[in-house]
């Protein structure tokens, strides 16, 4: 079958689209809101998100996509994270999964889903909201889930949606904290036992699947791409400091990807490009439909505001075609 989605009919009972990106890890996303709903602790939130995903590991990011209501408000998991500037994920597991379930209903503003579902709670030790929160203690986490990370937001990246979900809302953040059980961790291995954990994950439709079975296979190749692989930022930062000794010195190198937003690699990212007609320059200004990182931008491509340190970059989003992005707590 063959079908064009918003164009043509697929001419099946359910949309086959989301059960054929299978299977999605879930964000259990907890927040607390900027303001306390009553005298005590500021209100928590806690939801799970099928669209989720980590998306690098040196240092880690993750992200969320959380879909407007139909009656066009966004969800409560994003507001509280822009605005308070912090977040935390949870690992959705099997023992979990009625809770997890429970906390999906959309509830009123203010609703405490931690108490909804009977949840016991442990607290964040780093996370520092960035704008005033009444006898803030920590955001909330789920104390029995297996692992748990601490996160500052980044940024948001807004996708245009159909009525009546309206835009869609991608939140991106930084991981800074890693709790892990120590029972689902293998002492003769040293990894997470992932079959301990029983993670769920969706799988289209109301359907979902645990994991309790795994296999390993090693990617041929250079060592440094199984060190990706693995998430090791420790092997990473071996084979960069290795691989700039062989070369004499570290190296510095700035790509332009051609079409769409430019690709930045190497030690820093203090370079301006040009536009697509011509050759990207260093320490000017940009021409016309060009992107900046760490400077402004003219023509209409969008903005890329970032400071970069390491290697790694402030850079929030490049919008090019289509809606605009929103970064930062003010949206």
């Known amino acids: 079958m063959f079908y064009q989605p918003g164009t043509t009919d697929h001419n099946l009972p359910f949309d086959p689209f989301k059960a054929c990106v299978v299977p999605r890890p879930i964000g259990w996303i907890s927040t607390v809101s900027a303001t306390n709903q009553s005298n005590s602790e500021p209100t928590a939130n806690l939801a799970p998100y099928s669209e989720f995903q980590n998306l690098t590991f040196d240092p880690p990011y993750v992200m969320f996509s959380a879909n407007q ?17 912090i977040f935390c994920w949870q690992l959705a597991t099997y023992p979990l999964r ?25 607290y964040s030790q780093l996370l520092s909201p960035k704008c005033p929160v009444p006898n803030f203690r920590g955001v909330p986490m789920v104390k029995d889930s297996p692992v748990r990370f601490e996160c500052e937001y980044h940024s948001t990246i ?5 009525p009546p979900m ?8 930084k ?15 040293g990894k997470v036992d992932v079959a301990k954990t029983e993670p769920i994950a969706r799988c289209g439709y109301y ?27 420790k092997k990473n930062k071996e084979a960069n400091v290795k691989n700039g000794e062989e070369k004499g010195a570290a190296t510095e190198e700035h790509h332009w990807s051609g079409h769409g937003a430019p690709s930045t690699f190497g030690a820093d990212v203090d370079a301006y490009y040009d536009s697509w007609n011509s ?9 016309q ?16 505001n970032g400071e970069g340190s390491n290697g790694a970059s402030g850079e929030a989003h490049w919008s090019g075609r289509g809606a605009p992005s929103t970064f930062g707590a003010t949206g």
Not at 69 to 85: C, F, H, L, Y
Not at 290 to 297: D, F, L, M, P, Y
Request: glycine letters at 12%; a negative charge.
């Open 289 to 304: 439909g060009s992107t900046q990182i760490n400077g402004n931008a003219a023509g209409t491509n969008g903005v890329v």
């Open 158 to 162: 807004r996708l245009p949606g159909n």
């Open 175 to 189: 991981v800074i904290g890693v709790y892990i059980a120590d029972e689902v961790i293998n002492t003769q291995t």
């Open 98 to 122: 009625e809770a997890v379930n429970v906390t999906s209903e959309q509830v009123p503003y203010g609703v405490d889903e931690f108490e909804r579902a009977k949840l016991e709670r442990t």
């Open 207 to 233: 359907d979902y699947a645990v994991v309790r079975e795994c296999f390993e296979m090693k990617m041929p190749g250079a060592e440094i791409m199984r060190a990706g692989l693995e998430g090791s930022s």
């Open 69 to 85: 209501t139909p009656e066009n408000i966004r969800k409560d998991s994003v507001v509280n994270a822009e605005s308070t500037g």
């Open 279 to 287: 050759a990207a320059q260093r320490n000017g200004n940009s021409r």
């Open 166 to 173: 309206g835009t869609v809302d991608i939140v991106i953040g």
